[in-house]
């Protein structure tokens, strides 16, 4: 059973950071490329960031390159997302996913975990 759980969010004040994690089961985590996405209050799910299988590769939103870095360690079939300089346009619930370009592969979504910025 595909299972992703997404952790670290909260509450911060403007420029603040934040880490987040999403643990994965149910695949074999170390043969796909991993993203992460986010839904505002009101909008669409959006992509945010991606890592290749190996790392080798990643990819960002134009929102949030230069503050946002993508990691993972397919040891423990995690992926990371470490936001700094948060804005509180940076607030939604951050999901995780498997990827393809900046496409979710997989139809099941896990809870998400909720980042919210204040000014």
């Known amino acids: 059973q595909v299972r992703l759980a997404e952790s670290g969010g909260g509450l911060v004040q403007a420029g603040g950071s934040l880490r987040l994690s999403c643990a994965a089961s149910g695949f074999t985590f170390r043969s796909y490329a991993m993203g992460w996405f986010r839904q505002a209050p009101g909008k669409e799910r959006e992509f945010v960031a991606s890592?290749?299988?190996?790392?080798?590769?990643?990819d960002y939103a134009d929102s949030v390159k230069g503050r946002i870095t993508i990691s993972r360690d397919n040891a423990k079939n995690t992926v990371y997302l470490q936001m700094n300089g948060l804005k509180p346009e940076d607030t939604a619930v951050y999901y995780c996913n498997t990827i393809s370009g900046r496409q979710a592969y997989l139809s099941f979504w896990g809870q998400g975990t909720q980042v919210t910025v204040s000014s």
């Open positions: 890592i290749s299988w190996n790392s080798g590769n990643t």
